[in-house]
């Protein structure tokens, strides 16, 4: 029987709940300052965010770009002559159609 366990519960109940809030939000901090992470994002911030807005700072994470993304999104490229694709300045070759770069045709 664990009566005194459900009695233990409701005598004690604002400490379980602090508890357990205060256990869910160190779960969300840990799990948004992953995802962070893994995103490119710095993880010391996300911590708190998930920390105080529990699965609300998991979910706004979740739906962030990655970071890589957003910098790729803006990123200043060249065009490839064969395709007329847009590329990395820096890229040698096409990634769309392989064409081979040199420095003095791009
Ligand atoms: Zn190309």
């Not at 009566?3 to 809030?21: F, P």
Request: glycine share 10%; net charge neutral; proline share 2%.
């Amino acid at each position: 029987m664990d009566n005194w366990l459900a009695a233990a519960i409701v005598d004690n109940w604002v400490t379980v709940a602090v508890g357990v809030l205060m256990a869910q939000a160190v779960i969300f901090g840990g799990l948004t300052a992953y995802l962070a992470d893994q995103k490119g994002y710095g993880y010391a911030a996300w911590f708190f965010i998930g920390l105080f807005f529990g699965v609300c700072g998991l979910i706004v994470c979740a739906g962030l770009p990655l970071e890589y993304d957003a910098r790729a999104a803006d990123f200043v490229g060249k065009r490839c002559p064969r395709c007329d694709e847009r590329v990395r300045v820096k890229a040698s070759v096409c990634r769309f159609c392989h064409h081979e770069f040199n420095e003095r045709t791009e």
